[in-house]
Every structure is written in C-alpha cells, then in structure tokens.
C-alpha cells in the first residue's frame, strides 16, 4: 500500500512558518497584501476565491478584492491593473483566468508588474523561472509540487523525475524547478512516443497532462513517487480525480498524492507565500 502525500500537512507546516514573518513585516510598519481581482461570477474562481481568502485571513494577510462584471470592458480592466501597479500598500495581485473571450486576456496579463505577479502570469515571472531569477514569482501550484515533496523529505538533487505535461501553468516551470534543484528532468506529453516506458524510468512522476487516466498501471513502477497535479471531474463516477488511475497506480507505487487533498490543497500556502516574499522585497 502507497504512502498517502497529503497536502494539509504541508499546508499548516507552511502557514506556521509564514506567521511568524508576517508578524516581523507588521513590526517594520509593513501589512502583506493581496490583491483579488476577478470578472463575473465563475463558480471555481469563487472557490478558489474562499480559500485564499481564509488563508490569508489566517496567516495575518489583508486581502482586497476588484470585481468587475463579466460583461466589462477593456479599459475597465486596465483601469484596475493600472490601480494596483501604483499602489505601494499592494504586494500581490491574483487575476483569475480565463478572462471572458470578450477581453483581451494577453493584455490584461501583460500589464501587471511582475514584481507583484505572485502566480506567475506574466512573462516576467516566466523568465524569473526559466532563469532562475527572482523576477516575480512561480505558478502556485507548480510551487506547491515542490513545497510537498520537501515536506515529505525527498532528495531532488541527483533525482531523475519524469513531468508530463507541457504547459506553461504547470509543465514546463515546474521542471525549471527541479532542475533548478539539481534533479535530472525527462519532459513528456500525451503525444510522446511509448509514454508509458519512459514514465516507468523515473523515481518522481510528476503528471500534470489535464485528461483522466492519462497515467495507469502499466505507467508506473515499484517505489516510485507519484505527485498527481491533475484535477478533472469524472462523469461517470460523479466525483474528482486526477490524471492518474488511482486505483490501479496505488498498490503498485511507493507514494502517490490523491485528489483531491494533494497538491491542491498546498496551492494557496503558496500563493500567501509568495505575497509575504513580495512584502519583504517591497523593504528593499
């Protein structure tokens, strides 16, 4: 039976530590703040809105939300990226995405400053990751693969690791990042040739493809790590998942993060991270 790499445990192990900064931050005079700006009333960005929110909350974090209806215009939107650029009491800013197909989202991503980019949509904070910079900041829950595979004591340096999946949001920063920790990378997708082959190398199998059961048991291999980024929703059995067969991957690996309760539940301690981290940048 696979050891079960729960999130909440390395969620609260990474609040506790957040606190403590927050409170030397307040001391200089210096409140994290975080800036929400959503358009219209998507029921995940809402979701994701609430737990943000309530880890911010308490971890000492002010939040300001920017709504916009979902009919906005352009200029409307700008209006508050500009606002939020400008002002110095704003650390972070989370924009939820995808933006209504009546607003040019490539626009509204370029013209926030990096600097307080805390979820890595802009191309700042993408060459911060791929140059291993402090420009911006990581996508969260790229971030969170790392933050759970450290709490749970792996050693990346010399690891080889598998990632599939190639997308800007998950795939391809977070192999920057393990590369950055000295982790020997391999980068796969749903097109490669005999994917399942080249998943049975790796020691760590990070999957993040976005399609259920992309990942079975002819993909894995005894003792291998297993960090499941995918979360999809299964029709058929009326509930989450991720793109690994769970059932049929668990009993044969060593580890393996579930879904829901992984990776997912770590992604907004990172996402209250990277607002304390813009914070202490802000002093300089």
Request: include cysteine; charge should be negative; proline fraction near 4%.
């Amino acid at each position: 039976m696979a050891e079960l790499l729960k999130g909440l445990p390395v969620a609260k192990a990474l609040t506790e530590r957040l606190t403590g900064r927050v409170e030397a931050l307040k001391a200089q005079n210096v409140i994290p703040t975080l800036a929400i700006v959503r358009v219209g009333e998507r029921d995940d960005d809402l979701s994701y809105e609430r737990g943000a929110t309530k880890r911010c909350d308490a971890i000492g974090i002010t939040v300001r939300k920017f709504v916009l209806p979902a009919d906005c215009a352009q200029d409307e939107l700008m209006a508050v990226i500009d606002g939020v650029n400008a002002d110095v009491a704003i650390h972070g800013c989370l924009m939820f995405r995808p933006l209504p197909k009546t607003l040019d989202e490539a626009a509204a991503c370029a013209a926030l400053d990096p600097a307080k980019d805390v979820d890595c949509i802009t191309e700042g904070s993408l060459f911060g990751v791929f140059a291993n910079r402090s420009i911006g900041f990581p996508p969260c829950t790229a971030e969170a693969c790392i933050q759970l595979l450290d709490h749970y004591g792996y050693e990346l340096t010399g690891a080889d690791v598998t990632v599939v999946g190639r997308s800007l949001v998950i795939g391809k920063p977070v192999s920057m990042m393990l590369q950055a920790r000295n982790a020997t990378v391999t980068m796969c997708h749903t097109r490669t040739r005999d994917l399942a082959a080249e998943c049975r190398k790796a020691e760590v199998l990070v999957v993040a493809a976005g399609h259920i059961g992309t990942i079975g048991k002819d993909a894995v291999s005894a003792g291998q790590t297993v960090i499941d980024v995918g979360i999809n929703w299964d029709e058929a059995a009326g509930k989450l998942c991720g793109d690994v067969a769970f059932d049929e991957v668990e009993p044969v690996v060593g580890a393996i993060t579930p879904v829901p309760g992984g990776v997912g539940s770590v992604t907004t301690a990172v996402l209250a991270k990277h607002v304390v981290e813009a914070a202490e940048r802000s002093l300089g």
